[in-house]
């Protein structure tokens, strides 16, 4: 195979991965939103705290996520980036959750998401994951509203 | 050289930009801190809005936040990841921020720092980067007292 086609090749084998990922938030299944999480992960997240260290701890945390939710989460990934190496690669989008938390309220947010993946024994997994909302200055409140 | 001498001298390449970045910042000296943005660099910062595209909005955004402060910036970099590709690498970290506001506001805040590196050309650019706070769910208010 050569360069430009195994390129290719990671490039949709991580865009695979990643509607994978879009499909199993949607259907709050976790064990596949986390089928290609390293054990070592460093997750920054949406929320408190600043980091959680660990795949039990990202597990964690989005079975919370998702059982926070009535039925099904909306996701919906815009501008996705992918950057492809050997055997380090990363990618970047805008990602629109929303959906009726347990409590009635609506969510209707854009997040910014950074996944890092690394080849190990041959398999993408992501190794830091960075997840955010910006803030206004002015109010110190998170700017839920924002929109690309 | 050897795969092995040439990962480490890269991982102490890119620790070297991480140093003279940091340096940089203290000295609030624009040039200094974006001389490794790419061009097509996509920021992902910690207030609005939800994305900078390209280098001169970075260079915008990092001037006003420079002017923003009396004096020197504090700037602490806590926990640092650096892991490096032939071609692509990524670190990330917690930065402390520290300072005195033009306001003569008080600023003393843990940060969590994403960077995405593509070496083009032979030298290691920052072609995405991503900082954040997190939120509390609760208040919805940023969480700018957390500790590591």
């Not at 938030?25 to 929320?47: C, E, Q, T, Y």
């Amino acid at each position: 195979m050569t360069t430009a086609n195994r390129n290719a090749t990671d490039d949709a084998s991580i865009r695979k991965l990643m509607d994978d990922r879009g499909k199993a938030i949607r259907a709050k299944d976790s064990k596949g939103a986390l089928s290609n999480i390293a054990p070592d992960i460093v997750s920054f997240d949406v929320v408190n705290t600043l980091q959680y260290i660990g795949s039990d701890a990202s597990r964690k945390r989005t079975e919370e996520w998702f059982s926070s939710f009535q039925g099904q989460i909306g996701y919906e990934t815009r501008d996705l980036s992918i950057t492809m190496g050997e055997t380090v690669a990363f990618c970047y989008s805008l990602n629109r959750i929303s959906g009726i938390k347990t409590d009635g309220g609506k969510i209707d947010m854009w997040i910014r998401a950074t996944l890092c993946y690394q080849k190990i024994e041959g398999k993408w997994m992501i190794t830091h994951e960075h997840s955010s909302v910006p803030f206004d200055v002015e109010s110190g409140k998170v700017s839920l509203d924002l929109k690309p």
